[in-house]
């Protein structure tokens, strides 16, 4: 326990506590210097979001195959592990991949939060190490945009909690209802008793994400000061800003990578278990149904050049005989 504490204060809240002092020395502000702070974390974290968004679109495309695993292999909880493993290792899936980001979202999300917290109570002090931008003052201006007491309770000036709440509302549509949709084959619905649905758990996700987590979260910025309030309108909004970038500017490679399974992936082809593709993107969804139908022409020829061959090799053998 020693060594996270330890760790948390030398590499996250100490240096996040730099920096902002640092931001604070050039433009006097401590609100300007929070949003600052809290948009240079944000940016360190892209890389991580970015893997884990492509790996989330990976995992999705993939997931009617899995879903074909766990059937071949129900009941056999030994085979179906060994059999998932070795599918997300054929195909790059990491499952694990948002527990990195959660992980370091908590740390960096924690050192904002415990540092705004103390500016607003007033318990930061010159006790810290030498700042290693070479300034050793440590005192701040608690009025954040020249009206905003940091300390001042988010109760007081209820239009920072709601414009969390709005912007928490706008990531969840914008990531359920808005975002470029990848094209999914889908397997058709088969009654089963007490087995997973996942169509279900999508919809509750989505339902939460929308309506009950922005409600959540402004009751918890309500009850916090405005400096946390600052730090956590800056996160919503910049988290919405990087959904919308992602999903758009990877909108091609999410495409690029559904083309290449419809290629060389005979899930793909004619399967009595799985629906026509939901035709989110009709340029991709168009290129799939042409691999399809190129696939079944191809299966015609063959079979009529089998067919002519047989007839040649049944003639020949009849002549032969008279």
Do not use: C
């Not at 502000?29 to 600052?36: N, P, Q």
């Not at 300390?151 to 414009?163: D, H, K, M, V, Y």
């Not at 709005?166 to 969840?172: A, E, K, Q, R, T």
């Not at 035709?279 to 015609?300: E, G, R």
């Amino acid at each position: 326990m020693n060594v996270i504490v330890w760790i948390f204060q030398n590499l996250v809240y100490r240096p996040q506590l730099n920096l902002l002092q640092f931001f604070y020395n050039f433009t006097g502000d401590i609100g300007v210097s929070i949003v600052l702070i809290a948009t240079v974390v944000n940016l360190l974290l892209w890389p991580l979001f970015i893997a884990t968004y492509l790996n989330g679109q990976k995992i999705k495309i993939l997931q009617p195959k899995l879903k074909a695993i766990q059937e071949k292999h129900k009941g056999n909880q030994q085979e179906l592990l060994k059999a998932t493993v070795e599918f997300n290792r054929k195909h790059g899936v990491n499952n694990s991949s948002f527990l990195v980001v959660l992980i370091a979202q908590i740390f960096f999300a924690s050192g904002l939060l415990y540092l705004t917290s103390d500016l607003s109570q007033g318990k930061i002090s010159i006790e810290l190490y030498e700042n290693f931008f070479g300034t050793t003052e440590s005192s701040f201006n608690n009025t954040a945009f020249g009206f905003l007491d940091i300390g001042t309770q988010a109760r007081n000036f209820i239009w920072l909690p709601l414009a969390n709440l709005v912007f928490s509302y706008l990531y969840g549509l914008y990531t359920f209802k808005l975002a470029p949709k990848p094209v999914i084959t889908k397997p058709k619905k088969k009654k089963s008793n007490g087995a997973f649905d996942s169509e279900a758990f999508q919809k509750s996700l989505e339902f939460q994400t929308l309506y009950v987590m922005p409600i959540f979260i402004f009751l918890f910025n309500f009850s916090f000061s405005v400096g946390v309030n600052i730090y956590f309108v800056t996160v919503s909004l910049l988290s919405l800003i990087r959904q919308i970038f992602v999903s758009r500017y990877y909108k091609d490679h999410t495409n690029k990578l559904i083309e290449d399974i419809a290629k060389t992936d005979p899930e793909f082809e004619d399967n009595p278990d799985i629906e026509t593709p939901h035709l989110a993107d009709d340029a991709v969804a168009t290129k799939i149904v042409d691999v399809k139908v190129k696939k079944k022409d191809n299966k015609k020829e063959n079979l009529k050049k089998k067919t002519k061959e047989s007839k040649k090799i049944v003639k020949k053998s009849f002549k032969e005989k008279g």
